[in-house]
């Protein structure tokens, strides 16, 4: 990935964090909810801190490493967001958009990985 492409997938997964943490905020407090959504938090945040680490990646084989990981914690978000969504009807989030956008870095990080495997 060029330098340029780096910094702005970079800066998306930092935003995505940054609209999870809003997400967050606007949950209720009910301690059910909660325990789900503290997990959100710390997996729909951690893609972006993954992501930082493997452009600091040391070999090819970290850099897949965190990438991987990273698309780990991203499907592992999508699953808390679709437990809440579905699981609680009474919250008033419209998940779909933020789902959709964990959906295409999914599918960008699979791709950096099958691009670095073949290379």
Same mark, same amino acid.
């Given at each position: 990935?060029?330098?340029?492409?780096?910094?702005?997938?970079?800066?998306?997964?930092?935003?995505?964090?940054?609209?999870?943490?809003?997400?967050?905020?606007?949950?209720?407090?009910?301690?059910?909810?909660?325990?789900?959504?503290?997990?959100?938090?710390?997996?729909?945040?951690?893609?972006?801190?993954?992501?930082?680490?493997?452009?600091?990646?040391?070999?090819?084989?970290?850099?897949?490493?965190?990438?991987?990981?990273? !698309?780990?914690?991203?499907?592992?978000?999508?699953?808390?967001?679709?437990?809440?969504?579905?699981?609680?009807?009474?919250?008033?989030?419209?998940?779909?958009?933020?789902?959709?956008?964990?959906?295409?870095? !999914?599918?960008?990080?699979?791709?950096?990985?099958?691009?670095?495997?073949?290379?």
């Amino acid at each position: 990935m060029s330098a340029l492409k780096n910094s702005e997938f970079r800066e998306r997964t930092k935003q995505y964090a940054l609209r999870l943490v809003k997400m967050y905020r606007q949950l209720p407090s009910e301690p059910d909810v909660q325990i789900i959504a503290r997990q959100l938090f710390r997996s729909g945040t951690s893609i972006a801190a993954h992501y930082r680490e493997a452009t600091r990646a040391r070999s090819k084989a970290e850099y897949i490493s965190k990438i991987e990981t990273a !698309i780990q914690e991203a499907d592992e978000t999508m699953l808390w967001m679709e437990l809440l969504d579905e699981g609680y009807p009474s919250i008033q989030q419209d998940f779909g958009p933020i789902l959709q956008e964990t959906n295409e870095l !999914i599918s960008i990080m699979v791709a950096m990985v099958k691009t670095s495997k073949s290379t």
